[in-house]
């Protein structure tokens, strides 16, 4: 299980027939491949009976499909770099068949990407220690990483078995995407806010993740998951450790990871009575959805941080689909001065408030107050805001990104597998003894019961489209 210190000579995607390939991971290897960062053979894997110039023909049209623009001379490049390896995975034929190909295109250092279900992992991780591939390679994991902490403890030592920690890649997209990473650069390039990043000045902290849209034929795979396992137990916890975890000693990827577990060790075990999970009306007759489901498609919660810097700070997040509008945002809401001298036109003026908006777009916005004009002393709310696109121009897909990382043996943009632990450990009690779900419409914001969450601290802001 020794390590690598160089880039990965050649990517090996297991998989290559699926979903995920096909919206994802073969546009981003051709941009990779467009902006000079690839440059190395790619081996596709799957059980399919494929040849070199199916895959191809598929590779084209995933990367014509994904709307990506297309230099001809990169892709016809780009498509004579793969090829295809067939197999089913518990075959050991398959894994030696790999081993020859890597031979013959003068590979020693692949980084296998295993865009597969995970129940297939056991057979594919065996087959590739089997064969001696765990040495001087990567691996790059997929989400979910297991289902509760016992399955994710499960996979863990199924990759140990024949991968080092150092050797792993646990890929969430989520902490991949630009302004997720704006919000770690916002924090710790400027030392502005640091001062008051705590539980003196902070009233509290709100984060959103909703989707207009239901489960839209993917109620089989939504059954098995749920609004908690989906969004909450890993982007929503990755969201909040940035927002709250101490600067790092450097920027060295476990300085960086060690930070976020502490924050991460220091939330407390979500009690079930703190949590309220909602369905949305209609997501019973979805296809493959059972009639009587207990699924949550909706959950409104409150996190509390046991630490110096945010004990007394409530984390309230509320993730759900079918809602009213697409948003992901995190607000954060500083204290009242402790005497107001002027009112506001309706009363007294709200809070200053800082909002980081992820989705739909690249934002961050001051909201403070300002005097209004006129001969009265009362305030009015102006934003101070910034678009990052619109400033500063688009960055990398997430996926594009963090396969570069990858292949650089850059572990910064991964989940490690503490952390993961550690966010089983905070969502269990919920995941045994789930609070019964309230239904909602389609289209609003939820369900009514969801307000409790939110009534220590006045009610859930309105969202930022909202103003
Ligand atoms: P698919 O269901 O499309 O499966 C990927 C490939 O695996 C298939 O093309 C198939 O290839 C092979 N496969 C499927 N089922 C089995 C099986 N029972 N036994 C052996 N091989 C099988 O998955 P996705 O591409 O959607 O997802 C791949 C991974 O990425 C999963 O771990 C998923 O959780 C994760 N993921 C997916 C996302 C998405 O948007 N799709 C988003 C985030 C994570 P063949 O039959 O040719 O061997």
């Avoid at 129940?119 to 991780?125: A, G, H, K, L």
């Avoid at 902070?202 to 034929?217: L, Y």
């Amino acid at each position: 299980m020794s390590q690598i210190g160089m880039r990965s000579d050649a990517v090996v995607l297991f998989g290559v027939t699926g979903d995920l390939a096909y919206k994802k991971l073969l546009p981003s290897l051709y941009s990779l491949a467009e902006r000079g960062r690839l440059g190395v053979p790619v081996i596709g894997v799957a059980r399919s009976d494929w040849s070199d110039g199916q895959l191809r023909e598929r590779a084209a049209a995933a990367i014509n499909e994904s709307g990506i623009a297309i230099d001809d001379r990169v892709m016809h490049d780009f498509l004579h770099t793969m090829t295809y390896v067939r197999g089913g995975y518990g075959e050991s034929a398959l894994y030696e068949r790999i081993d020859t190909r890597l031979k013959e295109v003068g590979s020693k250092h692949p980084l296998f990407y295993l865009s597969i279900p995970p129940s297939v992992f056991d057979e594919v991780i065996g087959g590739l220690g089997r064969v001696g591939l765990n040495e001087q390679t990567r691996v790059i994991v997929e989400k979910p990483f297991g289902r509760d902490l016992a399955t994710a403890l499960e996979l863990n030592r199924i990759l140990h078995e024949h991968f080092s920690e150092s050797a792993i890649y646990r890929i969430d997209h989520f902490l991949g995407k630009e302004p997720v990473q704006n919000l770690l650069v916002f924090r710790f390039a400027n030392s502005l806010f640091e001062p008051i990043w705590n539980r003196h000045h902070i009233h509290s902290v709100q984060i959103t993740m909703t989707e207009k849209f239901g489960v839209e034929g993917r109620g089989g795979f939504y059954e098995e998951v749920g609004a908690l396992r989906d969004v909450v137990q890993n982007h929503l916890l990755e969201l909040i450790t940035i927002l709250a975890m101490d600067p790092p000693v450097s920027a060295d990827a476990n300085a960086l990871r060690d930070k976020k577990v502490e924050v991460l060790k220091a939330i407390r075990t979500l009690p079930p009575e703190r949590v309220v999970r909602g369905q949305y009306v209609g997501y019973r007759d979805e296809e493959g959805v059972d009639p009587q489901s207990d699924i949550e498609t909706y959950v409104a919660l409150e996190f509390e941080i046991d630490s110096w810097r945010w004990s007394g700070v409530p984390f309230l997040v509320r993730a759900g689909k079918a809602m009213k509008e697409t948003i992901t945002e995190a607000v954060v809401e500083f204290k009242a001065p402790p005497r107001l001298l002027f009112g506001a036109a309706d009363g007294a003026p709200p809070p200053s408030q800082l909002r980081f908006h992820i989705k739909p777009d690249d934002k961050t916005v001051l909201t403070l107050q300002a005097k209004a004009p006129g001969s009265e002393m009362v305030t009015r709310p102006v934003d101070l805001a910034v678009s990052y696109e619109d400033s500063l121009g688009e960055g990398p897909e997430a996926y594009e990104q963090l396969i570069d990382d990858a292949m650089d043996g850059d572990a910064q943009r991964f989940a490690r597998q503490d952390a993961v632990e550690e966010a089983w450990r905070i969502v269990t009690p919920v995941l045994e003894d789930p609070p019964p779900v309230k239904p909602y419409w389609k289209g609003s914001w939820g369900p009514e019961e969801a307000a409790r969450i939110a009534a220590g601290i006045g009610g859930w802001t309105p969202f930022h489209s909202a103003h």
